[in-house]
């Protein structure tokens, strides 16, 4: 099965202002990829030259093997894009009706029963989008990215406009859709949100590519947290293997150790250290 | 296949947006003072020339028919323009033309779609008034045009090309700027008509010659003037100058080629329609 997405030397130029400057990425078929980066690192030109919105400049973006763009790729794909509207006479059954016809899908009634209990709107089928609070408009964008059982979910921060019980149905949602195979690539500012959720998680910078990797290997060990009769102090330089030694000096030093804890850097912290960024 | 489910959706749009309830309200207050003003003409005129060589109905008649002729054309070129002029970049600032993008519908169709629609809309509309206004001319002042099918086909296509130039515009341009740059167009198209209309009947060459040439880059307008021409296509004689002294002018029946240069025209800016909307980046 080829992956998901690749992309190579992906190059995008907006006149003098290069978005991307080279972009090497894969995606493998049901991995939930987070894609971070300061504003302007051209995270949504990325997603926009994936699934055909916008035009790259240079370089190579394939979905499921089929150029990115083309007819078949945009049939592999579901799109949530960061600014997003439905017609607001449309109720959400209607717009899922539309989109799975653009979408060629057969799933029928079944399939947008099924995408609306997803994304908890299964009370709102009939409800106008005119009607529908922008949390509720969001979980509808993301039940339409749905249509089609693509292969690559796009989603271009999709819990913007959620609260935290709607963010967590989104983090819910995104670990079903693990089990269904479908891979995602989820661009988004909330850098917990991306830890809690993704296998791995690719970093962009003024249009390139600062960091890819698991959760572990952007982060670092910062040593370890013991909590004494003394107080709490952190010890650098300490791996987990060395854990057992430093309790027994301790406590052969007469010290009752309470909790021992081994502390990594955050995703914050390695984000704001690769990009130079005071803010994600 | 596609852009008949875009082009369904977009007139449903039109629906919601009320348009047609404007539409409906202006045209038939448009309608009502045709009627009235067809009346006043009728009962009031009897005798006007003082000459028993100008065939008075036929004077007023096309006079006030080609001010019937006038409002269609108008209308449905406004019509024409409301519809279209936000379809592209109007819609993706909203973000509504995103979505449909991403699918694997081809973006021939999409635009295909919304042309259609607006074709769908626009058509029919001017086919209707002209119909009813003609139905009303023939009732109050027992007058019909020379020829009465080539004003409305004339109109017709006037008005599809006055959509997919509004549709062209909504390519490159925000709503707003793409609507006063078509107006403008439909502007300049009617002044250089009026400046022809002058030449003729001042015989001025260089006047005639920029009519000439507008008809080529404004073929709705030259259109227009055909329409008005058709009215009194076979009329002769004194009546006929008579005719060319009025409000109107002396209507130009356009270039020979005029109907295929049209089509030819529209074709055109639909191909650079497709073509443009193919590389624009939302």
Not at chain 1, 10 to 36: F, M, S
Not at chain 1, 140 to 151: E, I, Y
Request: hydrophobic share 50%.
């Amino acid at each position: 099965m080829p992956p998901a997405l690749t992309t190579r030397a992906l190059v995008k130029r907006y006149g003098r202002t290069t978005a991307l400057a080279g972009v090497d990425l894969e995606i493998a078929p049901g991995e939930l990829v987070g894609l971070l980066g300061p504003n302007g690192a051209g995270k949504s030109t990325l997603t926009k030259i994936v699934c055909g919105v916008v035009r790259s400049s240079g370089g190579e973006a394939r979905v499921c093997g089929a150029r990115a763009g083309s007819r078949s790729a945009r049939a592999a794909i579901g799109y949530l894009a960061e600014l997003f509207r439905f017609p607001d006479w449309l109720s959400a059954e209607e717009v899922l009706v539309l989109h799975q016809r653009l979408a060629s899908s057969r799933g029928g009634a079944d399939e947008r029963k099924d995408l609306l209990g997803l994304v908890g709107l299964t009370d709102a089928r009939r409800v106008r989008v005119s009607a529908m609070s922008k949390g509720m408009q969001q979980r509808l964008g993301v039940a339409q990215a749905l249509v089609g059982r693509p292969r690559l979910l796009l989603l271009d921060e999709p819990t913007s406009a959620l609260d935290p019980a709607g963010r967590r149905t989104v983090r819910e949602l995104l670990e079903r859709l693990r089990e269904r195979e479908i891979a995602v690539l989820l661009n988004s500012h909330l850098l917990s949100e991306v830890e809690l959720v993704c296998d791995r998680v690719v970093i962009l910078s003024h249009g390139r590519l600062v960091a890819a990797g698991a959760m572990n290997e952007l982060t670092r060990s910062r040593g370890l947290e013991i909590e004494t009769d003394a107080g709490v102090r952190l010890i650098e330089d300490v791996g987990r293997e060395q854990v057992p030694q430093v309790v027994r000096e301790l406590v052969a030093a007469g010290e009752d150790v309470f909790s021992v804890r081994l502390v990594r850097s955050t995703l914050e912290e390695a984000f704001l250290e690769l990009t130079g960024s005071d803010a994600a | 296949m596609n852009a008949a489910l875009v082009a369904v959706y977009a007139f449903r749009e039109t629906l919601r947006r009320r348009v047609f309830l404007a539409v409906l309200v202006l045209t038939t207050t448009f309608i009502a003072l045709y009627w009235l003003g067809a009346r006043f003409v009728f009962s009031k005129t009897s005798g006007f020339s003082g000459n028993p060589v100008v065939d008075e109905n036929v004077v007023r008649g096309a006079s006030v028919f080609g001010l019937a002729l006038f409002a269609t054309y108008f209308l449905g070129c406004v019509l024409a323009i409301f519809l279209t002029l936000g379809a592209i970049r109007g819609e993706a600032e909203r973000g509504l033309l995103q979505p449909l993008v991403a699918r694997p519908v081809g973006r021939s169709s999409l635009i295909g779609g919304r042309l259609l629609a607006a074709v769908l809309v626009c058509v029919p509309y001017v086919v209707a008034v002209y119909a009813i206004v003609l139905a009303i001319t023939r009732h109050t002042l027992h007058w019909a045009p020379d020829r009465q099918l080539e004003p409305m086909l004339a109109l017709m296509l006037a008005v599809t090309i006055i959509a997919a130039l509004s549709l062209l515009g909504s390519v490159f341009l925000a709503p707003i700027a793409n609507g006063i740059t078509v107006f403008m167009l439909l502007g300049i198209g009617m002044v250089a008509g009026l400046l022809g209309q002058i030449g003729v009947v001042m015989k001025i060459h260089s006047l005639e010659r920029i009519a000439e040439a507008s008809s080529w880059i404004a073929p709705f307008e030259a259109l227009y003037q055909r329409s008005l021409f058709a009215l009194t296509a076979e009329t002769s004689g004194v009546t006929k100058t008579v005719l060319s002294l009025g409000p109107f002018g002396g209507p130009q029946a356009g270039p020979s080629q005029l109907w295929l240069w049209s089509l030819g025209y529209l074709a055109l800016v639909t191909a650079a329609v497709l073509a443009a909307f193919a590389r624009l980046d939302l």
